[in-house]
């Protein structure tokens, strides 16, 4: 096909060698079917700001680490240079987190470069060779569908042990590969350290629940997400820890918690009423 505007500096610097055709057309990002070297790989052209919502941004931005305070001050107004800050520090957190997971044994395609705002990957492929399908357009059986749960809860496990968590993982950004599954689109993945990331990570676990629930109802009651998170906080998770998807949920612990943020609350406003405001 004719080169798409956005793939002709690739075309230039030698990165690819012709556009084959498009995949898909998602909202944040269209891909195409490159050809490199006689193998076919993707190409993630990533929409113009001002393309995307930037709502959707704004929430996981609180969740990432900025180094620099140029950047993070540059992030927190909607300033053209915030915005164009955003923009690349959102592209950039799928190339890094994608090398990141891969390093810890997290299956996610290859990132093999990240130029003008396109990323080139591997393209993940099914038995013919094709691109892979996503999980939901794949009728599964029960007993697929609950080996596949088991197999994503480990994913989820070796990403948190890698201190990531995906932030959008669900049916539609699991591939079904010739050898199993692959885990793509990473861009608004957020540091486990943040503190909206239990939140984030619970429903990342109740969306793959959800789904594999449709095939084998009895997963929909299983909670691994508060099990895994303990075990995390505790310093105590490994890619390998043995989990039972049981939560005794401890009402009791939770009450000491919230009265001990009453408690911190009220402390806080008697010294700003004794030292009077800054
Ligand atoms: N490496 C890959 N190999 C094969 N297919 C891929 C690959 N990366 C992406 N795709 C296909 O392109 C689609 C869009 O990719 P991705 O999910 O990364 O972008 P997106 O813009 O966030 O899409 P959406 O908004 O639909 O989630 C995927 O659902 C998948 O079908
Ligand atoms: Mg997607």
């Known amino acids: 096909m004719k080169t798409p505007a956005r793939l002709l ?3 230039h610097a030698d990165l690819i060698d012709e556009v084959v055709g498009q995949l898909q057309s998602g909202k944040e990002a269209e891909v195409y079917l490159v050809r490199v070297e006689g193998v076919i790989r993707c190409a993630k052209v990533y929409k113009e700001a001002n393309h995307r919502t930037f709502t959707q941004k704004t929430q996981y ?3 990432r680490k900025i180094r620099n305070s140029r950047q993070a001050r540059a992030m927190e107004g909607n300033s053209k240079y915030g915005r164009k800050e955003r923009e690349s520090e959102w592209q950039n957190t ?3 987190t994608l090398y990141l997971l891969a390093a810890a044994g997290v299956r996610v395609p290859q990132p093999l470069a990240f130029y003008e705002g396109v990323l080139l990957l591997e393209m993940v492929a099914d038995q013919d060779g094709d691109p892979a399908p996503r999980l939901s357009d794949v009728v599964l059986t029960a007993v697929q569908a609950r080996a596949y ?3 994503m809860i480990r994913e989820a496990v070796r990403m948190l042990c890698a201190g990531i968590v995906h932030g959008d993982l669900s049916e539609f950004n699991v591939l079904k590969a010739h050898d199993g599954l692959v885990i793509i689109d990473l861009p608004q993945a957020v540091q486990a ?3 909206n990331a239990f939140a984030i990570f619970e429903r990342d ?4 629940a959800a789904f594999f629930g449709r095939s084998a109802p009895e997963i929909k009651s299983t909670n691994y997400a508060k099990e895994i998170w303990q075990l995390y906080r505790n310093g105590k998770l490994r890619p390998d820890t043995q989990l039972t998807g049981k939560f ?6 939770a009450d000491v918690g919230e009265v001990m943020a009453e408690i911190d609350e009220a402390r806080a406003e008697a010294l700003m009423r004794h030292r009077g405001p800054r």
């Open 9 to 11: 500096p690739l075309q």
């Open 61 to 63: 931005t609180e969740g």
């Open 94 to 96: 799928e190339v890094e």
């Open 149 to 151: 749960f088991q197999v």
């Open 193 to 195: 350290t943040a503190n």
């Open 205 to 208: 676990l109740l969306q793959l």
């Open 248 to 253: 005794a949920d401890s009402s009791k612990n």
